[in-house]
């Protein structure tokens, strides 16, 4: 942007894509308004379970946008060797002992593409990745992918506002929903919910589920599969397992404080959305995910809820995410995908740089919104 006027931009959102996004725009010179609803990383981002992989199947074009996600968090690793908040110690799954077990189609699969990737007998995973009960593990065995981790996606958050501030950014948190200003055609900046105008020459929608309603505003159809989730984080307990495990009863993976964070597609279908849009759960489910955790765990730990977190998370109808400037609307750019802790810094390196430059960076292109028409 050497020599050419500082652009404006506004950024909706406080979550990963929005402040990643934000950052990226503020190393490239723009002049960047990130606006928050709510205190930051307050949304799904702080319901994520922040699993960093591409495991198992997905389309080249996705597998390859993930793993130069991979490489990024590899890369802010190396520079923060002792933060608490982003590890990379492996992750551990394995299926059911159903006619539906595809472990070793997925590891047939996983080598074939290149992914690093370990089939594992029961007998064998303690002295590859510590803390998992044997036991738990089906007959089928398991997959160890020793390059994947996990990520703290608020204490990443924090880090990278920091420099954004740094650099000269403006926020603006608390500020209500914001809705992006469309006149003449085009995207002119965001309207805050006390009536003021932040004018920019373009404008990123990064606020998670409620990206389609928000489009819907402007007469853009995004379809999408939102769940409502359930995130269980449990008390810190001294326990060995430091890599994520992907069971077919609960998700585990560790906390920078020594707890653990669960989730499940069983205890999902469990949360119930009332008339009123409030969402509850029967006595009982965060009990019981406690349990299944402990089930998979060295020595059956006793695991005591410390908290727990629920709300929509993001998914675009077809799973894949949704990333770029809309066609309808010249410098209307969103970012909406399920995948946000993977593809948390790359979307937003790859979308500044889009906002900054007005070139399309080929590796989205497979993930326009255009793609649903």
Do not use: C
């Not at 981002?45 to 591409?54: E, P």
């Not at 738990?136 to 990520?151: L, M, R, S």
């Not at 810190?236 to 077919?248: E, G, I, S």
Request: aromatic share 6%.
């Amino acid at each position: 942007m050497a020599g050419s006027p500082k652009r404006r931009v506004a950024v909706i959102g406080g979550g990963i894509f929005g402040v990643s996004s934000a950052l990226h725009l503020a190393r490239l010179g723009a002049e960047v308004t990130l606006v928050t609803d709510g205190p930051i990383a307050s949304g799904a981002s702080s319901r994520s379970l922040a699993w960093l992989n591409s495991a198992r199947y997905r389309s080249r074009a996705y597998h390859d946008l993930r793993m130069a996600g991979l490489d990024r968090y590899h890369t802010l690793a190396h520079a923060n060797p002792s933060a608490d908040w982003l590890r990379f110690d492996g992750a551990l799954t394995w299926d059911a002992d159903e006619a539906e077990n595809e472990i070793d189609a997925v590891f047939a699969y996983e080598t074939s593409i290149g992914y690093a990737a370990l089939k594992l007998e029961p007998g064998a995973i303690a002295a590859v990745t510590p803390g998992v009960d044997a036991a738990a593990v089906t007959k089928q065995g398991a997959i160890f992918n020793p390059a994947e981790g996990w990520v703290d996606l608020p204490s990443l958050i924090r880090v990278l506002l920091i420099q954004f501030e740094a650099m000269g950014g403006r926020l603006v948190p608390n500020a209500g929903k914001a809705r992006v200003i469309v006149e003449g055609g085009r995207a002119r900046g965001a309207l805050l919910s006390d009536g003021t105008r932040v004018e920019s020459d373009a404008v990123l929608l990064a606020t998670g589920p409620s990206v389609p309603q928000s489009l819907a505003e402007n007469g853009i159809h995004l379809p999408d599969q939102t769940p409502i989730a359930l995130l269980v984080k449990t008390k810190p307990h001294a326990h060995p397992l430091r890599a994520v495990l992907n069971t077919p009863r609960v998700a585990v993976r560790p906390t920078p404080d020594g707890g653990f964070v669960l989730d499940s597609a069983w205890s999902e279908e469990e949360i119930v959305t009332a008339e009123d849009g409030t969402h509850s759960f029967p006595a009982g489910t965060t009990e019981r995910l406690l349990e299944e955790a402990s089930a998979v765990l060295e020595g059956r730990p006793r695991l005591a809820l410390e908290s727990y977190a629920m709300g929509p998370k993001p998914i675009p109808a077809d799973g894949d995410p949704v990333f770029g400037e809309l066609a309808e609307i010249p410098g209307y750019f969103v970012a909406f995908s399920h995948s946000g802790a993977t593809l948390g810094l790359i979307a937003g390196e790859m979308l500044a740089r889009e906002i900054a430059t007005g070139e399309a960076h080929p590796m989205l292109a497979p993930f326009r919104a255009s793609r649903f028409k």
